[in-house]
Nanobody, 119 residues
């Protein structure tokens, strides 16, 4: 299971950190990914990190603003310089070992958490 915590509303230009913990397995074996889906849009890749933490990927729209990280039990998505277009439901996902930018390659999904950026 993947459990996502932290959500909320934040003003444009602000920051927010999302956390995601995976249970029921050995966390260190999981690559973790973040995706988001805005109203009326398809799910979009945001960021991913491999199981070892050494390989990270970012979507073009978040490069330079978002940072993915992980420790022994939790993956994090630090979001900065947020703008209205970042408003979406954010999902974390897990798969074994290799990070991927494709949502259909992830086996486990969190329930999603809404993030609202207001002007």
């Amino acid at each position: 299971q993947v459990h996502l915590v932290e959500s909320g509303a934040v003003p444009a230009g602000g920051s927010l950190r999302l956390s995601c913990a995976a249970s029921g397995g050995t966390f260190s074996l999981y690559a973790m990914g973040w995706f988001r889906q805005a109203p009326g849009k398809e799910r979009e890749f945001v960021s991913a990190v491999n199981s070892g933490g050494g390989t990270k990927y970012y979507g073009d729209s978040v490069k330079g603003r978002f940072t993915i990280s992980r420790d022994n039990a939790t993956a994090y998505l630090q979001m900065s310089s947020l703008n209205f277009e970042d408003t979406a439901v954010y999902y974390c996902a897990a798969r074994y070992y290799r990070a991927s930018t494709y949502d259909n390659e992830y086996e486990y999904w969190g329930q999603g958490t809404p993030v609202t950026v207001f002007q």
